[in-house]
């Protein structure tokens, strides 16, 4: 069976400029998720998470590696189609763009309609009555229609842990550029950088 998201050997480096070729910054990643899920992903500022996601959807080129959204090449795939593989939703649920300087002549079709990879940048987990059910209720129908949805969360209320506890099957860990896949919440509980990140959330939790 294809994988729904492939990450092979990812690596994206930033340098300090166009002429000065020192590396400031380095993503890695390599992992791929089988089947349609509720993913939670969390870590540090400027730890490359949303680098990860322009990945994942083919708004940012990688250094090396691929990734493949059910099968195909994202970096591969017409830049007009890529959102019916991969679509990527930052904060306020606005979708990222994105450009290539290749032809969408040369680039090959999505072979999807849809979005089968929905990636949340941050959504706003706002207190209003019935809001937070909503959300929760509409991820999950994306994952019952067959989806995988990344839900990247900054936890700084317990509750944000909860719902993290509650609808998230597995989870992605990133800080420094490394990224690490964990899978359940208990594991992620276990992972000392995810629990220092974490730090009196989970003693408030404890308490």
Not at 9 to 17: M, W
Not at 18 to 31: G, I, K, N
Not at 121 to 149: A, C, H, K, W
Request: charged fraction near 25%; charge should be neutral; aromatic fraction near 12%.
């Amino acid at each position: 069976m294809t994988a729904m998201l492939d990450v092979k050997s990812l690596e994206k480096i930033y340098h300090r400029s166009r002429f000065d070729r020192t590396p400031t910054f380095r993503l890695t990643a390599d992992f791929t998720i089988e089947r349609p899920s509720i993913v939670g992903m969390m870590g540090p500022n400027g730890s490359g998470k949303t680098t990860l996601f322009e990945l994942v959807t083919g708004s940012n080129a990688p250094t090396a590696g691929e990734v493949r959204v059910m099968g195909r090449n994202i970096h591969r795939v017409r830049t007009d189609q890529r959102d019916r593989l991969a679509i990527h939703y930052h904060q306020s649920y606005q979708v990222r763009h994105f450009r290539s300087w290749m032809p969408n002549v040369l680039l090959d079709p999505a072979g999807s309609d849809y979005p089968m990879v929905h990636l949340f940048d941050e959504p706003q987990f706002n207190t209003q009555d019935g809001y937070i059910g909503f959300m929760l209720d509409f991820f999950r129908r994306l994952r019952s229609e067959g989806r995988l949805v990344f839900l990247c969360v900054h936890p700084n209320e317990k509750f944000h842990l909860e719902i993290l506890q509650e609808i998230c099957e597995q989870f992605i860990f990133v800080q420094k550029g490394a990224v690490t896949p964990l899978p359940d919440y208990d594991a992620l509980l276990a992972f000392e950088p995810a629990r220092a990140y974490l730090g009196g959330l989970l003693a408030d939790r404890a308490a």
